[in-house]
């Protein structure tokens, strides 16, 4: 990961930094991420393991700004502001703190960063964005700025940014170790073991939800009688869930990723205030997955996170069943199919 060889304003030596773009695309939990121990860090209570999708990428161009005094730039074509740009901003920090020390400079030597993101997913509506939107950046930062990084060095870095996306930066079946310091907690590539997944997205609800990820998990930490069982569950689903994986056992892995989804969800049920993504439709669509398994003999198992739609697993043969249902079920919604997606990269 490279730059384009300028120096800043000021004539420090950036390592060859300029101009970048970077694509990622989003991941789906199938034992999921709930909880932090340290949120300073973003280090999880847990492990969890996904799927890196194969559509709806986001691609994120950094571009060295001398000339501004602040970092700024546009998602989805408006400009950013508020809540979405100062984490941006916190995330360019420490990119510019990583670059800084690793070529003897100060961070406040290095120039600001126009940032242009484009999102083929909704944002904020609990389908994955901040985890493709992160891990791009993180690409995109890095390649602007001449920061050096390995894949695991810049699953961390990710991390950081949003917690989901450090495993957005590998592709298909990928494991976040959840490590015990900054460095040590990051994702890895689970070995292919020939096991072939497709994800149906039902967008039942485009919308951005009420509480973002960050402020529910902590709630669920802070008030939840059943965040300590959930804690001390999911190395129990990540171990059976890898042994699933490996044996290529479509069933177990999705009996064990409906299962866990929906215990994430008793977690948050049980916060207080309690957190309900779910709706009417949510439920609608979960009733759909359990007929079309139970009656229609089309194997299919849910999943959702912090939002109101429902991702649906299932063998990539079934998966035109599956969208057909949920289209003839919610006229007008839109349904996205999805297979095995590559890990972020670097465009030009
Ligand atoms: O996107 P984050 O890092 O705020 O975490 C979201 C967590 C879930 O999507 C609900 C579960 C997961 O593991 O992706």
Redo the contacts with the bound molecule.
Sequence with gaps: MTGTGTTDANGADVNGAGACTAVAHPN??LV???GKRDAARQLPATG?L?LTLGIAPTTTTVELDPAADADYGTLNGAEMAGKDLDRVRRFLDLVRERTAAACGTTADGLPKARVTSVNEIPTGA?L?S??SGFAALTLAAAGGYGLELDDAQASALARRG????CRSIFGGLVEWLPGDDDASSHAVALPDSGLELALVVAVLSPGRKKID??AA?ARTVETSPYFPAWKELVPGDIARMKEAIAAADFTAVGELAEANAMR?HASMLGAFPPVRYWTPDSVRALDLVVTLREERGVECYATM??GPNVKILCRPADAPAVEAAFREEFPGIDVLVSGHGPGARVVR
């Design positions: 789906i939990a999921k991420y709930w969890s996904s609990g994955a901040s985890a949003s917690g989901s996306a990820s960050r998990m994430m996170d912090a």
